[in-house]
């Protein structure tokens, strides 16, 4: 039942009557409290009005966090016991690419043999939507409880889709600690045009072998370090966009994902190439930065301007030197550390903090080192706002000019 539209309130303190107007909408609610006040002249009871839930409350959110965290030396012979705790069933398929299975897939395959578990393998090669229902596929035929995601970023992206489809609870067992996707409800597919984002579920635990990981090329962890350090702009542009557009914000997701950050940025001078203890702080990082996301319901706390900048470099494609210094393709968080430094110094932040950082962990902090042509960088910045235009960040709706663009590049020493 709807209030009345009018409404007409008698209020009366220390003898003075107030009256009150105000319009219900409906679906509002009112509270009054009554209070006694005792040494009123006449005695009377007299009502304050506490009007509460003037709009109506239809919030609701969901978040998923993994269950159990296992960082450490040699932890992947926990898994049979890990298995037991979340999953009642004996069912258990390993996603891996061929790399990661010899690496770690047939170790953990190993171990939950020996503890009677039924084990099956499923070596996927790219984050594809086909990948992900091809491992559905299998899983549905082969009657799945738990899936365990063993690899780098692609592959558990690839099990994470997979087991949200599924309704299956899945483990992300790190190979490599190259970006945030390690424990994030978010997961990226490539298509032509680049990568998408795509929604699914964080994994119910995550384990994480230091002494694996330690065995994947620094360049990996130096990455998935400088992806954790751009949360800095990323915030920067969320708190941006709740000033300025009056987007949802949330303190505890922004906190969270500056903490990952901040843990880098403070213990820099112990992330170094051969080492268990950087692995542990890089995976910390990055799964502080899953929970962040897992809070905000979005990516907003690690994906902001400086990300939008990176995915525009992926859609441009082309611009990879060939006779930079590198002749790899650069890897994601490399181009989001790159982007940072720029998008810190549009708002104003401390860029050259960002700058130092990436340059000590040993990630790209210019062109050369990205091994991008100058052109391209450019092109980026200028185009990086088209990426998701209703993710307001400091680029603006319209973007930045081609001088604008080629000014920040050369300010920050990117070009
Ligand atoms: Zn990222």
Redesign the pocket.
Known sequence: MNPPKKNLLITSHNGIETIVFYELKPGEQIKVVYKFIARHKNNILIPWLTLLNMERFTKSKTMVFPREIIVGHNTNQQVAELCERISTGKNVLIVADKKTKKLSGDEIHKVLKKASYTVKDKIVSSPTVGEVNRVIKYAHKNEVDLLLGVGGGSVIDVTKLAAYELKRPFVSIPTSAA???IASPRASLKHSKGSISKTAVSPLAVLADTKIITKAPYRMLASGCA??I?NISAVMDWELAHRLKGEEFSTHGAVLAKTAAEMLIDNVEDIRPDSEESVWLAVKAMIVSGVAMSVAGN?RP??GSE?MF?HMLDHLGLGIMLKGKRHKKPL??EQ?GVGAIMMVYLHGGDWEKIRDTLKKIGAPTTSEELGISKKKIIEALVKAHEIRPERYTILGETGLTHDAAKKLAKITDVI
Do not use: E, K, L, W
Request: net charge negative; proline share 0%.
């Open positions: 970006h945030d996707g992806d954790a751009s990516t690690a994906s990300h990176s994601h968080g989001c």
